[in-house]
């Protein structure tokens, strides 16, 4: 595990590239950036492009890291063209949501990469749901899975609160369309690996049937 395929190289270089020109160059960052008023008016690319730039170092190289953990585990059972596929679907999954709850906040605007990274976290976690996870400062082994449902209940607290200067929104798309896109290329998952599958939806409807009811405003 861990080893930086060209796919990862690639990916870690464009967020590099693009998010160190918004550094420097405001009218990019904000021509760029993700914004519901601009999007709204024919700014689409900005779905996109929005991923690849951040607000700063520490929110670029935390991205990347957690990208670095986990693109290994996607590309072993995938390869690198499939790990791309599941890495851009997820970045625009979580545009989408992130439209679609916010689509009448034309002030809203976000960055970040987290989406995408996001969604190849989830299918990592899907892929090898009983592996052991460690979050910082917790001396304990955590089983994927269960991180993997706790980070989205916390996720739907995020939006549901609006939970400090984080797109809580974009996260939970991105590991959606990371889910999603995992099923599609390995269904057998359906069969050999049901009570997982199950279990890693039960936040995806949760928000869902929040959403319908209201409770998420």
Do not use: C
């Amino acid at each position: 595990m861990y080893n930086l395929d060209i796919a990862t190289i690639a990916v870690i270089a464009a967020n590099i590239m693009v998010s160190l020109k918004g550094f420097n160059d405001t009218y990019f960052f904000d021509r760029y950036k993700f914004s519901i008023g601009a999007i709204r008016s024919g700014q689409k690319e900005r779905m996109l492009t929005s991923g690849f730039l951040h607000v700063d170092v520490a929110h670029l190289f935390f991205n990347m890291f957690t990208l670095y953990f986990f693109a290994d585990v996607v590309i072993s059972w995938f390869g690198q063209g499939n790990f791309i596929i599941i890495y851009f679907i997820s970045l625009l999954a979580g545009s989408l949501l992130a439209l679609f709850f916010h689509r009448d906040e034309t002030y809203y605007s976000a960055v970040g990469a987290s989406g995408a990274v996001t969604g190849i976290l989830y299918s990592a976690i899907l892929l090898q749901p009983n592996d052991s996870l460690y979050l910082m400062f917790i001396p304990i082994p955590i089983p994927a899975y269960v991180l993997g449902i706790g980070y989205l209940l916390y996720s739907i607290y995020g939006m549901k609160s609006r939970l400090g200067n984080i797109g809580h929104t974009a996260h939970f798309g991105g590991a959606v369309g990371g889910y999603l896109i995992t099923l599609i290329f390995m269904p057998n998952l359906l069969a050999t690996d049901t009570l997982m599958v199950i279990l890693l939806a039960i936040p995806i409807i949760l928000l869902f049937v929040l959403a319908k009811l209201g409770k998420l405003n």
